[in-house]
């Protein structure tokens, strides 16, 4: 089982080897210990909880390397719409979703922590600052890996010195981000394990 500290009803069932339907039924019947995000709807369990479920229903774990789940934050569609091409392309069973909205992302990160955020610097209301501190400052978010996209070179480097575990300069072709996704996902895995 790959380790993580906080699993959704889809994760659950495929360690359970379960349907999706099934998980979700035994996370509303309260089976399996579990909170539910009142805004989104999804669910959320911890470890703890699972391997307590497991063990009271004498479940062997099993060997499950979920994918990763990627968060992509720019306020171009159109790059958005690139990336995610590039991946459903390339790597179809990632899990990847984007918001154009600096405040959404931070809603969509205090509802499920990505393994990857995909971040650009300059976008309105709140920018890829606001965000990269947010995420560096909250216990849950702080190990999650940043890739940095901009147009903006000349802030490229500031954003790496407050924490950002890569940039890319735009345009970058499909090769060049994927390269450098693939690179921080592998650090990723090494540190957990």
Not at 32 to 55: C, H, Y
Not at 72 to 85: F, T
Not at 115 to 144: F, H, W
């Amino acid at each position: 089982m790959t380790k993580k500290d906080i699993y959704t009803s889809g994760e659950i069932a495929k360690i359970l080897d379960i349907s999706d339907r099934t998980a979700r039924a035994y996370l509303r019947g309260g089976k399996i210990k579990a909170k539910q995000n009142p805004i989104t709807g999804r669910w959320k369990v911890t470890l703890e909880d699972l391997l307590a479920f497991m063990s009271q229903y004498q479940m062997a774990p099993k060997e499950v390397e979920l994918p990763p789940r990627i968060l992509v934050v720019d306020d171009e569609p159109a790059i958005i719409e690139s990336i995610r091409k590039t991946f459903q392309e390339e790597m179809p069973d990632w899990v990847v979703d984007s918001t154009t909205s600096g405040y959404e992302a931070l809603i969509h990160l205090g509802a499920e922590v990505p393994d990857l955020l995909i971040l650009d610097i300059c976008m309105p209301g709140t920018d890829g600052y606001k965000i990269l501190e947010a995420v560096r400052s909250n216990e849950q978010t702080a190990a999650v890996r940043v890739l940095v996209i901009s147009g903006y070179v000349e802030k490229i480097d500031d954003m790496i010195a407050k924490g950002a575990d890569a940039a890319l300069e735009k345009p970058f072709s499909a090769s060049d981000l994927l390269a450098a996704v693939r690179k921080l996902l592998t650090k990723t895995c090494a540190s957990a394990a």
